[in-house]
């Protein structure tokens, strides 16, 4: 792109330092127009690299969130599975605790039925 000064001198005839006054200045607007591009590019990295970040973050929060919700599930589990299991063998040990008491008993009710019986026999 050339300035006022360049497209004037356009339409006649150049002289060599008026050429190559435009031909510099077309090479000066040249470089403004790199590092214009360049700053723009400079000023958009922070901004990809900041939303590339965010949205990592953001990924790896819900992955943890995840995570956590699968961890507490299992920890449920198992809880209610213990619970169950500490039922059965409160259950276990009622019935054996009720198979060892009435085994006892009849013994004793046994062991009393025969000593009386001794005794019919002695009184017959």
């Not at 006022?4 to 150049?14: A, D, F, H, I």
């Not at 965010?54 to 992955?63: A, F, G, L, R, T």
């Not at 409160?90 to 004793?108: I, M, P, V």
Request: a positive charge; one cysteine or more; hydrophobic letters at 30%.
């Amino acid at each position: 792109m050339l300035s006022w000064q360049g497209r004037k001198l356009c339409g006649r005839r150049l002289s060599g330092r008026q050429r190559w006054m435009a031909i510099r200045e077309a090479e000066l607007q040249m470089e403004v127009e790199k590092k214009k591009a360049f700053l723009q590019t400079a000023k958009l990295k922070p901004e990809l690299l900041s939303k590339a970040n965010v949205e990592y973050d953001i990924k790896v929060q819900e992955e943890n969130s995840q995570l956590y919700r699968r961890q507490k599930e299992a920890e449920a589990e198992l809880f209610e599975r213990q619970k169950k299991a500490e039922a059965q063998k409160a259950s276990a040990d009622a019935e054996l605790y009720t198979r060892q008491h009435t085994a006892k008993g009849s013994r004793r009710s046994s062991s009393n039925w025969e000593s009386r019986s001794h005794l019919l026999r002695i009184h017959s």
